[in-house]
């Protein structure tokens, strides 16, 4: 069993001639290789790129914040670490900088990631067993429904460090290995054990401390958990805490494993039970990378590692956790379609070190353009000899498999954007657009929602709030709405009976508007405090309101009008008035309107605090715009004429008015009210 392309002082071997052996081992077909698995990658990431997990989002939200001078926080002035992912958020916020926003960053580092993705799996590939299972696995990367899932994650990301990684090392270059192991355990957490497998392996197989890729992989992380213990006051992320209280409770009904099999059985019972001949396949690559190069091991170590590391967190389920499997699934199938090849076509399964079919390889270009493999001494690689009935063995094996996996990520980019992505976004442009900047808003999901509303958060599952989840983990969760009492909650109709039939939610909220999707069978109903919160409902097109610009004592101002003239007798007369504040408010003012005829005689009044009182004006401040209704009854016997609206404010207590500086009043007259029979 050889080492990791130990280096050469000089060329041995025979003398190849250029057969088809030679030209494999040219460095233009490996750029030819490179290029076209790139391309196939590229182009599954532009097929993939409308997939945009809630959790992205959230993500998203810090990276802007981050960018913007906000914090490297999810709700600005809170020091929560929210995302499980500093690197990406990193690298998103940089990205944000150049591209404007978090999505656009994102989807422009998901697409080179998409390209790179086999590529660097194409050369890790050739490196632990010969071309034909690079190619092999670098083909079917791209297409395993569990990476293209998780698209719009750091998963792509967290994918290509960890490939990119075992490229470096296996070409030596152990400064730059141990840079991208740190850079991957500083994307996730869980990138440690990518670290901790290829640091193993080299002290118990190689038998040495190669401290030029040990300091810097333990290094990095080590320097962001001592930042984000100053930063925070703890180096781990709340999501964690959240996750494993969410799997304790079983919300989700599946955890790591439960979800795993989940998928696969549901896969094979929908499509094809050809499916199983995949685990055949890897397998029988298992199997053969046995009597490979050793660095197998660190590839199975870490997959083995990785899962029962999830599996003991006992986590809830989530997508995108089973993408960072990926590498091996398609690397162990690679090997295996190879040695399923050799052994039909009755050629050996891999080349012994000092055959014909050893390659010596010189100083250069050696891997993915040299990025992450260039040798600075001559290496040598060990090649299986590829018969003309192999390739074509290998060929259709392949084919077959793309031909399994194709309809189930067809189906799964098909079913995206997902009904959150769809119905989310628009719910949560709405409260941005209606309701207060500074009113924090309770919710479940707080991925699309907080990034498009743009307030503050209460997560009722406590992503964002770290004592929650302790409660979540007994089956309490109204707890973060009854400790933060937010101003806002945002529910489904139906979603969490049991908080919304408690006394105390009803006695505190009360429901304020009903927002409705074609992709949700139930609408999300927005709850608010009742009093102080304030929601702008039916707002009226620019072009039909009447522009005013009258002040009262210097403190509001009335902008604009409308009402529905002409109405009949017994019927009602809506009018919309858009105030503005101008000046602290301290008095609680009652708005009056009253219907009046020419006489100034009160034919029909409506008095009522802003906002049916849910908004009072000692909230309101200066500068704010508040849209407020008011519905007056027409009296059945009034006569066919032309009206006017009085409106005002006054002390409900003293019934002092606030005086009207423009037309040195105490009221306002809008005329042109038109009852017809």
Known sequence: MSGLNPPLSQAKGSKLSLNALTWLETHRWDAIALSLVGLLGLATGLWAHQIVLDDAMITYRVAENLAYGRGFVFNPGERVQVTTTPLYAIVLAAGTWLLGTAPQAALGLNLALAALIPAL?????????????????????????????????????????ILASLNAYMAERYRLAGVVIGLAAMTRGDGALVGACILTYDALVRRRLVWSMILPGIGIPLLWYLFAT????????????????????????????????????????????????????????????FRLERGWLIVVAHAALYIATFAGLGVAFAEWYYAPLMPAV???????????????????????????????????????????????????????????????????????????????????????????????????????????????????????????????IIDIVGLA?????????????????????????????????????????????????????????????????RDGVKVQLDKVPAAELQPLAIDFNGQVRLNAYHHNSPVEPGQSLHLTLHWQATAPIEQDYTVFVQLVDAQDTILSQGDSKPQQGFYRTVFWQPGEQIIDSYTLPVPADIAADRYDLLIGFYQADSGARLPVTTTGTDHVRLPG???EE
């Open 673 to 675: 009210v038109v009852i």
């Open 230 to 289: 100053g930063y925070y006051g703890s180096p781990w992320p709340a999501t964690l805490s959240a996750k494993a209280a969410q799997g304790r409770f079983d919300w989700l009904g599946y955890r790591f494993l439960d979800g795993l099999w989940e998928y696969w059985d549901d896969w094979a019972k929908d499509y094809s039970y050809w499916l199983y001949v995949l685990p055949t396949v890897m397998l029988a690559g298992l199997i053969s990378s």
């Open 465 to 529: 709030q770290p004592d929650v989840p302790p409660h979540i983990a007994e089956g309490d969760f109204g707890y973060a709405l009854r400790h933060y009492r937010p101003d806002m909650v945002l529910l489904g109709a139906l979603w969490l009976p049991e908080v919304q039939s408690e006394p105390w939610f009803q006695a505190d909220y009360v429901p304020r508007y009903a927002l409705k999707f074609s992709r949700l069978d139930q609408p999300l109903v927005l709850f608010t405090r």
């Open 330 to 456: 398609a690397l162990l199938t690679g090997c295996g379609v190879q040695t399923v090849a050799n052994m039909l076509s009755n050629q050996p399964a891999a080349a012994s070190p000092g055959s014909d079919q050893t390659v010596t390889i010189g100083r250069g270009l050696t891997g993915l353009f040299g990025i992450f493999s260039y040798s600075r001494k001559p290496a040598k690689i060990h090649v299986p000899r590829y018969s003309a009935l192999s390739f074509f063995i290998a060929a259709a094996l392949t084919l077959f498999l793309l031909y399994q996996l194709y309809p189930i990520t067809r189906d799964i980019v098909a079913a995206n954007p997902d009904w959150k992505a769809r119905v989310y976004p628009a719910a949560g442009r709405w409260i941005a657009a209606n309701t207060s900047a500074a009113a924090n808003l309770g919710i479940i999901d707080i991925g699309h929602l907080g990034y498009w509303s743009g307030r503050p």
């Open 121 to 161: 799996t194409f050369d890790v590939g050739r490196r632990l067993a010969g071309r034909m299972a690079g190619l092999v696995a670098s083909i079917l990367i791209p297409f395993l429904p569990l990476l293209v899932i998780a698209f719009s994650m750091e998963s792509y990301l967290y994918v290509a460090l």
